[in-house]
Nanobody, 112 residues
Framework: QVQLVESGGGLVQPGGSLRLSCAASGILFSMSGMGWYRQAPGKQRELVAVISSGGITNYADSAKGRFTISRDNAKNMVYLQMNSLKPEDTAVYYC??????WGQGTQVTVSS
């Protein structure tokens, strides 16, 4: 079955950086669009960034210029490099595959 396992979340101070990783299995990864979404308390889940099977990327306005999504097809991994983090980036971050499958999420907390 499809498994998406996120890692790399944690507590970071404003202005800091984190790199999230998502290990995928059970899908033809190289042919799958992948994405990162987030959900803050009391809010709906929202798109952060997506990357197509061909490496084309798209970002939410809130992520542009600060976050970078990338993929390693040889390792079945997708990453989210997050820089210049702000308190409003605090959320559970979810990996998504093919707009259909979800990971369990990893908590990111930005606080001093």
């Amino acid at each position: 079955q499809v498994q998406l396992v996120e890692s790399g979340g944690g507590l970071v101070q404003p202005g800091g950086s984190l790199r999230l990783s998502c290990a995928a299995s059970g899908i033809l990864f190289s042919m799958s669009g992948m994405g990162w979404y987030r959900q803050a308390p009391g809010k709906q889940r929202e798109l952060v960034a997506v990357i197509s099977s061909g490496g084309i990327t798209n970002y939410a306005d809130s992520a542009k210029g600060r976050f970078t999504i990338s993929r390693d097809n040889a390792k079945n991994m997708v990453y989210l490099q997050m820089n210049s983090l702000k308190p409003e980036d605090t959320a559970v971050y979810y990996c998504n595959a093919k707009l259909r499958f979800w990971g369990q999420g990893t908590q990111v907390t930005v606080s001093s």
